[in-house]
């Protein structure tokens, strides 16, 4: 549920979240990215930075500068003077995405586990096919980023076209880079070579995170999601996928965004629209693994 007000926790004596329901919603998600940009555009004494997810704002702050009380008073007037959310900046990014990889199978063989785009189809009773058309039916919006520098959480704007794969309860002890994953419903990217549960399926040659920053696209920040974005994946093919590498390592690659502004009145309208349809659990533990 979406709560009427939302509460304050406190994360040790530098930080606190802020908490506005206890549901993976989208709609949720605009009211924390709303009060983020109405905290960074005049940020209460003391505060140090701010850290958007799915359903929670963080907070970090300076208790040299300010108390936790003075900090939660200033941000309740922050909460009011938010208000509804109407609509927000968002950027439209296309990632190129080659799909049943053999980069996901290399890993899901190390790992002895069935190949993980041939799972995702038979938990979702898809075929390989219809798993590509899916993920790349429909934008995925950008909740928070973290884990891993780079990596992010996203999820399917057309709830009718939400799906994905429960995590596995025991880690490879390391993944490539820039792989495709499903964690519950979750749609993210391994930026980095890592450790991971995710079910891997596909591998985009962009990189989503350049602590270099050698292309422009990172002259503001090693990491290229934002709360906020709007992800779209085109299908690329063997071929394609190298064309582009090779473009992203010679800093010539041409990312392509798009600077707009999203209307979150009429995605919510349209949402209610269809009836609210119930939105799929996120796979946790208890779903049984092939």
């Given at each position: ?58 907070v970090v702050y300076d208790p040299l500068a300010t108390t936790l009380y ?197 995605y919510a309208a349209w949402l209610k629209s269809l009836g609210e349809p ?13």
């Open positions: 549920m979406i709560y009427d007000q939302p509460i304050f926790r406190t994360m040790g004596d530098t930080a606190l979240n802020i908490e506005f329901g206890d549901e993976t919603s989208i709609v949720l998600n605009f009211r924390i990215l709303m009060l983020d940009r109405v905290i960074r555009e005049n940020p209460p004494l003391g505060l140090v930075e701010t850290n958007p997810q799915v359903r929670t704002l963080g003075k900090m939660i008073a200033a941000l309740t007037e922050m909460v009011d003077e938010a208000g509804e959310v109407t609509e927000l900046p968002s950027r439209k990014l296309i990632i190129p995405a080659y799909y049943d990889d053999p980069w996901s199978r290399e890993c899901a063989e190390a790992f002895g586990v069935q190949n993980n785009m041939e799972y995702i189809a038979e938990f979702n009773d898809m075929t390989v096919p219809e798993v590509i058309e899916t993920h790349t039916a429909c934008d995925y919006w950008v909740t928070g980023v973290g884990f891993v520098p780079g990596a992010f959480m996203s999820y399917a704007m057309d709830p009718r076209l939400r799906f994905g794969a429960p995590l596995y309860p025991t880690p490879r002890s390391w993944t490539h880079s820039r792989l495709l994953n499903f964690g519950g419903t979750t749609s993210t990217i391994y930026p980095i070579r890592v450790p991971g549960g995710g079910q891997l399926f596909g591998r985009t040659p962009i990189n989503i995170f350049d602590p270099l920053q050698n292309n422009a696209v990172f002259a503001d920040s090693p990491v290229l999601a934002k709360a906020g974005d709007r992800h779209r994946y085109r299908s690329i093919s063997r071929e394609e996928y190298g064309e582009i590498r090779a473009e992203v390592k010679a800093g010539r690659y041409d990312y392509k965004v798009e600077e707009e502004s999203f209307d979150c009145s009429s119930p939105e799929l659990r996120d796979p946790d533990a208890t779903w049984s693994l092939a």
